[in-house]
């Protein structure tokens, strides 16, 4: 298990794209957090195994309505979720990115 730091940035705001992100998550069986950032960008916290967490990210690009510009992953140390939810609201950006 490993646990993953993901910026998102585009148009990712407005558009569905956390319920997406989520919904991807959840079939993946993969725990941890997705928010909108103040700057306009969507950050993830994702745990899961090394290669589906790949798949994982491989496959939010095909979340309708959004266009995603850039996507930045790094490794953070192991986290633990229960499930995988959706932060209301804007979050802190994270020093990991």
């Given at each position: 298990?490993?646990?993953?730091?993901?910026?998102?940035?585009?148009?990712?705001?407005?558009?569905?794209?956390?319920?997406?992100?989520?919904?991807?998550?959840?079939?993946?069986?993969?725990?941890?957090?997705?928010?909108n950032?103040?700057?306009?960008?969507?950050?993830?916290?994702?745990?899961g195994?090394?290669?589906?967490?790949?798949?994982?990210?491989?496959?939010?690009?095909?979340?309708?309505?959004?266009?995603?510009?850039?996507?930045?992953?790094?490794?953070?140390?192991?986290?633990?979720?229960?499930?995988?939810?959706?932060?209301?609201?804007?979050?802190?950006?994270?020093?990991g990115?």
């Amino acid at each position: 298990m490993r646990t993953v730091e993901i910026h998102i940035s585009g148009r990712v705001q407005k558009v569905g794209f956390r319920a997406c992100v989520k919904k991807i998550a959840s079939d993946l069986h993969i725990t941890g957090t997705v928010i909108n950032l103040p700057d306009g960008r969507v950050q993830v916290y994702a745990t899961g195994e090394p290669m589906i967490l790949e798949k994982f990210t491989s496959m939010i690009y095909g979340c309708p309505r959004a266009v995603i510009r850039d996507v930045r992953t790094v490794e953070i140390p192991l986290k633990s979720y229960d499930d995988f939810s959706i932060i209301k609201g804007e979050g802190r950006i994270s020093t990991g990115l």
